[in-house]
């Protein structure tokens, strides 16, 4: 999933409890107890805290940070206004996070990670030949009262196929077969039972059971609200939207505040423990911190990029959780910066301003939390589908170990070779002709703008110019979705764990593929012919054989970074800060956060 902040650490194949360095903390608060004043919207605006100057500086230090005592809610920020919440179009990771809240899929995962049952009775019966699924429900209601039963899902997940939905993720239900009408393999032989038939045997596909594209949404509400076709995720557009979940949304001050109660028909009510999850809706990292530290949020996701190295190591709120991902950089192959260039001239150019970066600088001064430099897009530590790990030594694309000035001569003769040349300035650095001047497009986020201005001072003494532009969240998901920007911040978190994952958001067809890569109505000459891709990618999910599988994404993987559009940083992981008075909460290593058995003392 696309990943909205940056996150820090090494990676690892087990989800871990959210327990800060001193002990397990989440947060929630009990508004019949709470100690801390309302604020105006204008006050949270200003500096989203109310406590002294002595408490706050004592909080960043020793993690004595005020503490709220409504113990019956938890005070979240995880980002600003969400895209979608209608889980067939989302495909952020702070928009999956609200919708395993809010939504029960047939499976999901447990505090260690496990994947165990939820709507299903137990797990999944598999045919001999690995490609038939029966799974058995439970019965179950809509928040509304409304009986859930297996229809729902066959109708949910062909809507999020379809072509008028325009789901991003559309691409993760290829691996089940198709009927002669084009709807999916999907039968209902009683009303709480699905038999699912798929294309192969696949190894992950317990998993995409439980992934939020995978969660059944309620056809009268959806089908209400968007008559004529036109507006696929309006039903979830304001509070009250049915679903069936832990959670239902009470209410929504767009941009500001998002208020969550406990879902009296949830199938599981009797283990939820909060009775309200209250969102903060930010992405002011500055703000969401001093809002941590007055005691008016228990969990938070980001902090401010200058606080990192006060607080790793220092403060017992302070932890860090492994995730499975990476944050790169991407280009856009058909942006018209490579126009008269050929494909290999084109790949020069980004390979050039690729070695450019000093990775380890980016590591060890902005991240400042141990990250591991990316010299691969697949993550260290996934697995590989038939029983090993497929990152070994030799998928490595470039020399984690030279990056940055030490490349200046080997990326100048690259640019050469694209057809550049070169004034020496005298004093180490060069001015290229014809000039390159592009933009960095990034959402907002000190730690994203400091990568940036870290590439743009890697790229000077080559002569290049970049220009940084920051955008909202939900403007720079679309622009980079469409293709508006010639070079952007990236960052994606394995959906389930095999490598198909990372490889098939470049399919051409895939709504996740930002490079453009096989994309556009007039694809530019400079851009790679990209059907060999589709079709490698096609086999991989169709082949049978493990072993070969795993060859066959080697393959993909070198055929995507021959491209260079793809510009790996560091693997990805997560920094979080959490209460001392709040425990339960947990996390996946895909970036998921499970809040309804968070307890608050």
Known sequence: MKKK?????????????????????????????????????????????????????????????????????????????PQY???????????????????????????DGNLIPDLATAMPE?????????????????????????????????????EETAADYAYLFDIIAKKDDGTLSVEATDDYTLVITLVSPCPYFGDLLAFPTFLPVHQASVEAANPDGKEPGKWAGEAGFVCNGAYTLESWDHSESMVYKKNPNYHNVDSVT??????????????IYAAYNSGDVDYIDSVPNDEVSSLNGKNPEFGILDNLGTYYIGFNVNDPIFNGKTVEEAAKMRQAMSIMIDR????????????????????????????????????????????????????????????????????GTYKIDPAINMTYLTNDGT??????????????????????????????????????????????????????NMLELFTSDSGNNDMQLGKGETKSDSAPDWSAYDALITEIRNTADFAKRVDLMHDAEDMLMDTWSVVPLYYYNDIYMQKPNVDGIYATIYGMKYFMNATKK
């Open 360 to 427: 380890q600088y980016i590591v060890e001064n902005i991240g400042q939390a141990g990250q591991v430099i990316a010299d691969s897009f697949v993550p260290v530590g996934m697995a590989d589908g038939n029983g090993g790990e497929f990152k070994q030594a030799d998928t490595s694309y470039y020399d984690a170990t030279k990056t940055g000035a030490g490349n200046l001569e080997d990326a100048k003769k690259l640019l050469e070779e694209a057809g550049y040349s070169f004034t020496d300035n005298g004093d």
């Open 85 to 111: 919440l209608d889980p067939a179009l989302n495909s952020s990771v702070d928009g999956g996070c609200l919708a395993v809240n809010t939504f029960a899929g047939l499976y999901t995962y447990d505090k």
């Open 5 to 81: 902040l940056v996150s820090v650490l090494l990676v690892a194949c087990m989800a871990l409890s959210l327990t800060a360095c001193g002990g397990g903390n989440d947060k929630k608060n009990d508004a019949a107890n709470n100690t801390n004043t309302e604020k105006t919207d204008e006050t949270d605006k200003e500096d989203g805290a109310e406590g002294t100057d002595a408490e706050e500086e004592e909080g960043a230090n020793t993690g004595s940070s005020a503490l709220n005592t409504d113990t019956n809610i938890l005070y979240i920020n995880l980002a600003s206004e």
């Open 447 to 500: 730690s994203h703008i400091a990568i940036a201005e870290a590439v743009q001072q890697d790229l000077a003494p080559l002569g290049i110019t970049l220009e940084i532009k920051s955008e909202e969240w939900n403007t720079f998901l679309e622009d980079r979705k469409v293709g508006n920007f010639t070079i952007a911040r990236e960052g994606w978190l394995a959906d389930y764990n095999d490598p198909i």
């Open 126 to 162: 598999v045919s001999e030949d690995g490609k038939v699924y029966t799974v058995k429900m439970k019965e179950s209601k809509w928040s509304n009262g409304d009986e859930l039963k297996a229809q729902d899902f066959i109708y949910s997940w062909n809507r999020a196929i379809a």
């Open 274 to 287: 909060m009775e309200e999850l209250h969102f903060m809706l930010s992405a002011d990292d500055t703000a």
